[in-house]
């Protein structure tokens, strides 16, 4: 089912700007705000962090590099199918999560009544049980760009393991 123990650690961050007129999307889960992130893709940057950690422990090139802004096919994509493409290039090098911990830095809006779906969502793109998939969110208490409500940013840590033997 999932990986015995983990092998590799990586780490990803990402940080988006906040405009209005975009919907906010974090963890593949949409957010209901006044404002979205803006981005070439819809901004996720809890996918893009999990996506960016799950190809460092995986010693990939990040995702700027596999998925170029400027590539018209990741115009407004639905990040989560980045996500998978990263969690099956993982796959390829014999590697598959073994868990994910997420921290959203966001001044605003309260994400607490939306941890539980987030947390389903990156289990069910990960192939975990949501036990291993944990969600974190903190304000930047009023300072910098985060703090000022201008972007929201996201750190994500992921272990890498073997698949357990299940013949
Ligand atoms: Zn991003």
Do not use: W
């Amino acid at each position: 089912m999932h990986a015995a123990s983990i092998e590799r650690v990586g780490v990803g961050t990402d940080i988006h700007r906040l405009e209005v007129g975009r919907i906010l999307k974090l963890g593949g889960i949409e957010i209901e705000f006044d404002r979205g992130l803006k981005g070439h893709s819809d901004g996720d940057v809890v996918l893009h962090a999990t996506a960016d950690a799950l190809l460092g422990a995986a010693g990939l090139p990040d995702i700027g590099e596999q998925f170029p802004d400027d590539d018209p096919r990741y115009k407004d994509a639905d990040s989560r199918t980045l996500v998978s493409s990263v969690v099956a290039l993982v796959a390829e090098l014999g590697f598959e999560p073994s868990n994910v911990d997420v921290v959203i830095h966001a001044e605003r809006p309260k994400l607490t009544a939306y941890k539980m779906a987030m947390r389903q969502s990156l289990a069910g793109l990960l192939a975990l049980p949501p036990e291993r998939v944990n969600i974190k969110a903190k304000t930047h208490e009023g300072l910098d760009a985060v703090g000022r409500g201008e972007a929201i940013a996201c750190t994500a840590v992921v272990g890498l393991g073997r698949p357990a033997n299940t013949s």
